[in-house]
């Protein structure tokens, strides 16, 4: 069963992530000041909604799930289990480290969860800073497993331009 974001109770969360395409960074604000912000990269093809389109979706959002608590730096998810530490093989679109996953609040962006879009660590570090995923917010491995450790199930997420 898909877990529906609007079926639970939310507690109130004081912090709120932020992704800048444009600027191709995420932060993290607790009461309005910024206690992370770390460069990312999002989809090369762009915005969009459609399934399939390895598109980055854009409005707000939910971490819906956090997968890889505990699991060593550079771990390899396939399928959100924790497989293997990465080894240096060459991959479209590796998930490693953490995996925050979201889930869309309106209506455009409610087959986020679906689309398996996350917030994950990367073996392309290099492309940091560009857009380069196949539509999900990759981070440097290091950056992954701060925002992992400091973020709560629930907290908000926006994504714009």
Request: glycine residues 8%.
């Amino acid at each position: 069963m898909i877990p529906d974001p609007e079926s639970h109770k939310r507690p109130e969360i004081d912090l709120r992530i932020e992704v800048s395409i444009s600027e191709q960074t995420v932060k993290l604000s607790k009461e309005g000041s910024v206690i992370f912000k770390a460069p990312v990269s999002t989809a090369a093809n762009g915005i969009g909604f459609e399934e399939g389109s390895n598109k980055t979706p854009t409005g707000q959002f939910i971490v819906r799930e956090k997968i890889g608590e505990g699991a060593p730096l550079f771990t390899s998810f396939k399928g959100r289990l924790p497989r293997q530490v990465w080894q240096g093989e060459s991959r479209d679109d590796a998930i490693l480290t953490r995996i925050l996953w979201l889930a869309g609040l309106a209506e455009e962006n409610k087959n986020t969860y679906l689309r398996y879009i996350y917030f994950h660590g990367t073996h392309a570090e290099n492309l940091i800073g560009q857009p380069a995923s196949c539509g999900c917010i990759r981070l440097r491995n290091n950056d992954i497993l701060t925002l992992f450790d400091i973020t709560p199930i629930f907290t908000p997420v926006t994504i714009s331009l």
